[in-house]
Nanobody, 124 residues
Framework: ELRLVESGGGLVQAGGSLRLSCTAS????????VGWFRQAPGKEREGISC????????TYVDSVKGRFTISSNNAMNTVYLQMNDLKSEDTALYYC?????????????????WGQGTRVSVSS
């Protein structure tokens, strides 16, 4: 069974940090691109970062650039999202998904496996 599991969410004060993890089972995502997405209450889901795991290239949307860092540990089949200087507007349910298109933009291809999400709440 192909499965992604996110973890690491929680409640943090503005300016704080969290590290989210996305661990794959049932497949090796080294040949794929993995993306982090979020959906805030009342808003549409947005892609915020992605990584082409084999080559390590990354993409970020402007709202998180300079604050969030995506990385991978191929031996652990895990992709991380280090989130620093968190703001109240980062409050959302965060998901990872693969495979996606990770280039100048973060695009879905209709083939994705999604995790169940991990909630991030930032208090101001």
């Amino acid at each position: 069974e192909l499965r992604l599991v996110e973890s690491g969410g929680g409640l943090v004060q503005a300016g704080g940090s969290l590290r989210l993890s996305c661990t794959a089972s049932g497949f090796d995502f080294e040949d794929y691109a993995v993306g982090w997405f979020r959906q805030a209450p009342g808003k549409e889901r947005e892609g915020i970062s992605c990584i082409n795991v084999r080559i390590g290239s990354t993409t970020y949307v402007d709202s998180v650039k300079g604050r969030f860092t995506i990385s991978s540990n191929n031996a652990m089949n895990t992709v991380y999202l280090q989130m620093n200087d968190l703001k109240s507007e980062d409050t959302a349910l965060y998901y990872c998904a693969t495979p996606i298109s990770c280039g100048t933009a973060i695009d879905l291809m209709g083939l994705e496996v999604w995790g169940q999400g991990t909630r991030v709440s930032v208090s101001s």
